[in-house]
């Protein structure tokens, strides 16, 4: 869920995630499936994510029913990414490397996160409601 540095921020507690994220299940702006890259860059996941006002909470899978996590959207930069895709890569990595959007924040110290939509569309759905609910 959240850091202890970033629950000590904005005073919430784990119950209060709790009861927020099981509103968020039926009361969301967006939700869907999202590849998410791992703090070390190393892997993509794909976790199910559901956006709820300035929350964007992400669970293991749809059916999940603790999120596996939070991201605050408060103040938060939300842009797509541009890759220049090489033509000698194959079909499947060509794809892999578009519909990429990151989530960005000014202060220090701070994670980014990146994430790979399923299409084209999805992707820009995804950058304007949270650009929206920021």
Same mark, same amino acid.
């Given at each position: 869920?959240?850091?202890?540095?970033?629950?000590?921020?904005?005073?919430? +507690?784990?119950?209060?995630? #709790?009861?927020?994220?099981?509103?968020?299940?039926?009361?969301? =702006?967006?939700?869907?499936?999202?590849?998410?890259? =791992?703090?070390?860059? %190393?892997?993509? &996941?794909?976790?199910?994510?559901?956006?709820?006002?300035?929350?964007?909470?992400?669970?293991? =899978?749809?059916? %999940?029913?603790?999120?596996?996590?939070?991201?605050?959207?408060?103040?938060?930069?939300?842009? @797509?990414?541009?890759?220049?895709?090489?033509? %000698?890569?194959?079909?499947?990595? @060509?794809?892999?490397?578009?519909? &990429?959007?990151? #989530?960005?924040?000014?202060?220090? +110290?701070?994670?980014?996160?990146?994430?790979?939509?399923?299409?084209?569309? +999805?992707?820009?759905?995804?950058?304007?409601? #949270?650009?929206?609910? &920021?």
């Amino acid at each position: 869920m959240l850091s202890l540095n970033m629950q000590r921020q904005i005073r919430v +507690n784990e119950n209060q995630l #709790i009861v927020l994220s099981e509103r968020a299940r039926f009361d969301h =702006s967006q939700a869907g499936y999202l590849h998410k890259r =791992s703090a070390d860059n %190393s892997k993509w &996941r794909l976790k199910w994510f559901v956006l709820y006002q300035n929350l964007l909470f992400y669970y293991d =899978s749809k059916n %999940s029913l603790r999120p596996a996590g939070l991201l605050l959207l408060e103040g938060c930069y939300c842009e @797509r990414l541009i890759t220049t895709v090489v033509a %000698s890569k194959s079909m499947k990595v @060509r794809q892999r490397q578009q519909f &990429r959007f990151e #989530i960005t924040y000014r202060r220090e +110290n701070v994670r980014q996160y990146e994430f790979r939509a399923l299409n084209e569309m +999805n992707c820009n759905n995804w950058i304007e409601a #949270i650009r929206y609910a &920021r």
